[in-house]
């Protein structure tokens, strides 16, 4: 049956054009016990793991997600071998590698820890992806046997194209920027899912449905009932079973697992017998039944039972909700009751109720285990069936959010959330333009959120923020992911900048009903007496405060983008109010938050004295500033350094060791001092804050082999190490920001009119540290090539330019210049001390020379 739907959606996938190609990723490296590490080469490499020798590390060198495989060859007897993932070093030392994931499951295993049963010479390969990792261990787990592996790997449904063959590329005279360029790329490669690259992982079956160990998913049903009784048939068929009720939608509040009896064949030898007792029903409250980093559950309560709790065999458990607690039926026996004060409930957990009556259900079996579910049903107090389901159709994939991936998506993350963020997705899309040129990826994810609006009540006309992969439009409200509101307005500029790079006016068409409703939706968040950002709507800015400069600014940036697609849907009202309220925006930053004191933005009305790295950041992109202001707003970031980067404000205290600094918004600030230095040669204001960012910040990522993973972080703690310790992404795209900064600042290629049909090649060539730099940008019309180099001392300046067939490039220049040569002949034209500006004509490549009449220096 199985094969027959798979055989039947690759089909169908075929038939919709889609075809996900697949690489079979193996070990740069392995090493056993004692050894040294060793090359790895598939064909002749093959590993003992004996009782003498029983654990082998691979180290695949930069992060790779899919199917882990292994091909054992030869065994003295059945064997059971435990693979860990992890995507710093160290976590392979820890009980649950880098996990497990409690936030979502991700289409993926939540789980880092799994086991194989092999019993016969053969290939073995795990049910789940595993998103992402670079390093992975195998342990043999029995005492007295031992197994030889030759082959073992990933099968990976993403692209591991190298970073030099990708369509846009950078290289520069700075080899440690190279690599830092090259972590964007890689990111992408593992976080961008391809449609139907993250089929189902529930197995649904004429029997019920097959659920493997992962964490749970919820119904979108039943987000409003309280007080209810959930009854299902269950059949254990290795290890135990597990339920939620009383839970949000994305799996916070009570948690309920069932282990069977252990029978010894169809127990796994790294069974938990602590964590899951057998014959044990545990009762967590929370996330998961044990505490990840940032996301903390309550304690486990233990209930064991008298009965005996038999593998295949099929019992039906009743759950109730009632006043002081709930009670457990298993087969109509009254076998358990958990009083509410068992339950720990830790306070102030984020997007939980902790109302313990009210909220959905939803399965999931622990770590390895297996069991089938069906003829779920809810029963009101008063006897009304509210809600029942055999379990044996497709159609409960899409109601409990796991359905096959419907869209090429780009997740925040390759191991977790593995949710389509829309935030974070607006560094993801300018690292894909510079690098993958996946134009699949772009417009998947903005149709994937944008899709998904809300269409009344307070947050009416907000697209969704954290959309998982498996999960339907039609439940868009229920799942009420909207809180942050500045994600709306990344959104908004990336699909803005989606029509710029592409000229997709199908795209442009068809989305801007709702783009409009999108931006008038956040229209009211001006505040009418300060003129500023403030939270009239439900939410919060992540970027900081209310009346605060960092919101106020990317409000500006964001509605002066809008107002200018207005103008091409020749919407000339909305196009004057929105840029109305842009400037309107920007007056009022500069009028009630330039702190001249300080010489720099405040974090906002409430704190004047404080400051943020991500006001001036965003107060520069946004054209707030005059010159003069940005120099002494960027020269005052350094009353904001701490360790290795910059904290976030102010008040952030030094002496705090779990202080995280933030990739993400720092690129914000890295783009920001590269428009500045751009456009200000002569200047080096600037060069503190490139050299903190770059030499400190994002060398951590590429320096430190311990934790390298060629992939770019979501947090980095002040000395270097990945913040948020293990749990945190090292395949973050919004930690890649410099990709595209490099891409677009120091190559210096951006698009000027939709579609790249004019772009301009405005390099930053001062105070940078570099001598030449290259590349090639993917466009619409083909690739655009281009190099520059400083030499004799500053005093020239070389570039070459390829323009492809339809597009007019214009090298643009602000420094003074006393001679240039296009293809060896002088050109007089826009060539003088106010600086340079010479068309790059359409099919040609160019070459062109200055001769400054006053030098620029390349040294930081
Ligand atoms: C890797 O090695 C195995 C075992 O020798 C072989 O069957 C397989 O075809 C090899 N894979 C590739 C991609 O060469
Ligand atoms: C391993 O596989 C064998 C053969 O299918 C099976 O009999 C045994 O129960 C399995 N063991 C576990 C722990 O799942
Ligand atoms: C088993 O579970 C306990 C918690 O009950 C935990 O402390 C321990 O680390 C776990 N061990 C392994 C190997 O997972
Ligand atoms: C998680 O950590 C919190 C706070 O440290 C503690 O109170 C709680 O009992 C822990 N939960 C689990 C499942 O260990
Ligand atoms: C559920 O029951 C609790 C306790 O009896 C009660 O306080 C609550 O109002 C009930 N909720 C609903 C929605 O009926
Ligand atoms: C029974 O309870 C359900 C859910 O609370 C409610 O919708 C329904 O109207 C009630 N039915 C009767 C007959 O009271
Ligand atoms: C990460 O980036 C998004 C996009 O700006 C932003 O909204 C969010 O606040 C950032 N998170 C942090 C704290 O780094
Ligand atoms: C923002 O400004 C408005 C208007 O002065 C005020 O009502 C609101 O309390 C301010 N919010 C904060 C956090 O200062
Ligand atoms: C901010 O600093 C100025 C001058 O240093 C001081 O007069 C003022 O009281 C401070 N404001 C706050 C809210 O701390
Ligand atoms: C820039 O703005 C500041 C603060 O408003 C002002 O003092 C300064 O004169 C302005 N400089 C220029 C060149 O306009
Ligand atoms: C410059 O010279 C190259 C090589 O001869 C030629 O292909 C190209 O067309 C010339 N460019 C322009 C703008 O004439």
């Not at 082998?56 to 064997?79: I, M, Q, R």
């Not at 597990?242 to 029978?263: D, K, M, Q």
């Not at 969704?464 to 409200?477: K, L, R």
Request: glycine share 8%.
């Amino acid at each position: 049956m199985r094969h027959l739907w798979t055989a039947l959606r690759v089909l169908l996938a075929l038939l919709a054009g889609v075809s996900n190609s697949e690489v079979i990723v193996y070990p740069r490296y392995y090493q056993q016990s004692r050894r040294h590490r060793e090359l790895y080469k598939n064909g002749s490499t093959c590993v003992t793991l004996s009782p003498s020798s029983p654990v082998v590390t691979l180290d695949y060198e930069t992060e790779v997600g899919g199917y882990p495989f292994l091909h054992a060859t030869s065994l003295s007897g059945p064997v059971q071998v435990e693979a860990k993932y992890s995507e710093a070093r160290d976590g392979l030392d820890a009980p649950y590698g880098d996990g497990p994931w409690v936030f979502s499951n991700g289409l993926s295993n939540s789980f880092r820890v799994e086991t194989f049963n092999i019993t016969q010479p053969g290939s073995v390969e795990s049910f789940f992806q595993q998103g992402g990792q670079r390093w992975q261990s195998l342990r043999l787990l029995n005492g007295d046997r031992s197994v030889r592996m030759c082959s073992v790997g990933i099968r990976s449904l993403n692209d591991r194209t190298p970073v030099k063959e990708l369509p846009g590329y950078f290289e520069s005279s700075n080899p440690l920027y190279n690599e830092i360029w090259s972590l964007g790329p890689r990111t992408v490669q593992q976080a961008c899912i391809a449609k139907g690259a993250a089929p189902t992982t529930w197995e649904v079956t004429p029997l019920g449905v097959l659920l493997r160990g992962q964490q749970s998913a919820q119904s979108a049903l039943g987000t409003e009932y309280a007080n209810y009784t959930l009854a299902f048939d269950t059949k254990i068929v290795r290890g135990g079973t597990g339920w939620r009720v009383a839970t949000s939608i994305n799996g916070y509040g009570l948690s309920l697992s069932l282990s069977s009896n252990y029978p010894a064949q169809s127990t796994l030898l790294n069974t938990n017998r602590s964590l899951l007792p057998p014959n044990t029903l545990a009762v967590g409250y929370g996330w998961n039944l044990v505490n990840q980093t940032s996301l903390t559950s309550g304690r486990v309560s233990y209930f064991p039972l008298s009965l005996d709790v038999k593998e295949n065999e099929w019992m039906r458990i009743a759950t109730s909700i009632e006043e002081t607690g709930y009670r457990i039926f298993i087969n109509d026996q009254p076998s358990i009751t958990i009083p509410l004060s068992e339950l720990q409930i830790i306070p102030e957990q984020r997007f939980g109720t902790d109302n313990v009556y009210t909220g959905t259900w939803g399965f999931g079996p622990y770590q390895d285990q297996i069991a089938y579910v069906k003829n779920v049903e809810v029963r009101a107090r008063n006897g009304t069936i509210l809600y029942h389901n055999a379990m044996t159709s497709e159609s409960i994939l899409g109601e409990y959010g796991i359905m096959d991936n419907q869209e090429s998506v780009c997740l925040d993350g390759a191991k977790r959330d593995r949710l389509v963020w829309s935030g974070d997705f607006v560094h993801t899309h300018r690292i894909v333009s510079a690098s993958t040129g996946r134009v699949d990826f772009i417009k998947g994810t903005l149709r994937y959120i944008l899709d998904r609006q809300e269409s009344s009540g307070p947050m009416a006309g907000l697209f969704t923020m954290s959309p998982a992969m498996g999960q339907p439009t039609e439940y868009t409200s229920i799942y009420k992911a909207y809180g942050l509101l500045d994600y709306q307005m990344h959104i908004l500029n990336s699909f803005a900048r989606y029509y710029l790079e592409s000229a997709d006016e199908r795209f442009l068409q068809q989305y801007w009903p709702k783009v409009k409703t999108g931006v008038e939706a956040i229209l009211p968040l001006v505040d009418s007496s300060t003129g500023l950002a403030s939270l009239s709507i439900p939410g919060v800015f992540f970027l900081g405060d209310e009346n605060g400069t960092a919101a106020s600014a990317l409000f500006a940036y964001t509605m002066d983008r809008m107002a200018k697609l207005a103008e091409i849907m020749e919407e000339s009202d909305a196009a004057a109010h929105w840029s109305d309220v842009a400037r309107g925006l920007s007056l009022a930053i500069n009028k009630q938050l330039w702190n001249s004191e300080l010489g720099t933005y405040s974090s906002s009305l409430a704190s004047p004295n404080a400051t943020s790295f991500i006001g001036t950041a965003w107060a520069i992109l946004s054209n707030t500033p005059n010159t003069s202001q940005a120099a002494s707003s960027i020269r005052a970031l350094s009353s904001l350094r701490l360790g290795i980067g910059y904290k976030l404000t102010s008040d952030v205290s030094d002496s705090d060791p779990s202080t995280n600094i933030s990739p993400n918004l720092s690129g914000f600030l890295l783009e920001a001092l590269f428009a500045y230095s751009r456009d200000n040669p002569y200047n080096n204001s600037h060069s503190e804050a490139v050299d903190v960012l770059l030499n400190g910040l994002w060398a951590a990522m590429v320096t430190q082999d311990e934790y390298y993973s060629g992939t770019s972080w979501e947090y980095v703690y002040p000395d270097g190490r990945p913040g948020l310790d293990l749990f945190t992404s090292h395949a973050h795209p919004w930690g890649g920001a410099p990709t595209y900064v490099f891409t677009e600042y120091i190559l210096g290629i951006q698009p000027t009119a939709p579609g790249f049909t004019k772009w301009s090649f405005r390099p930053t060539l001062a105070h940078t540290g570099l001598n030449w730099a290259k590349g090639r940008v993917p466009t619409p019309h083909g690739t655009i090539e281009a190099s520059w180099k400083v030499e004799r001392n500053g005093r020239v300046v070389s570039t070459t330019a390829c323009s492809p067939k339809g597009t007019w490039g214009t090298l643009s220049l602000p420094l003074a210049a006393r001679e240039c040569r296009l293809n060896d002949t002088v050109v007089t034209r826009n060539c003088d001390r106010d600086g340079v500006l010479i068309p790059i004509e359409d099919g040609k490549c160019s070459v062109i020379s200055i001769l400054l009449s006053r030098p620029v220096s390349t040294s930081t």
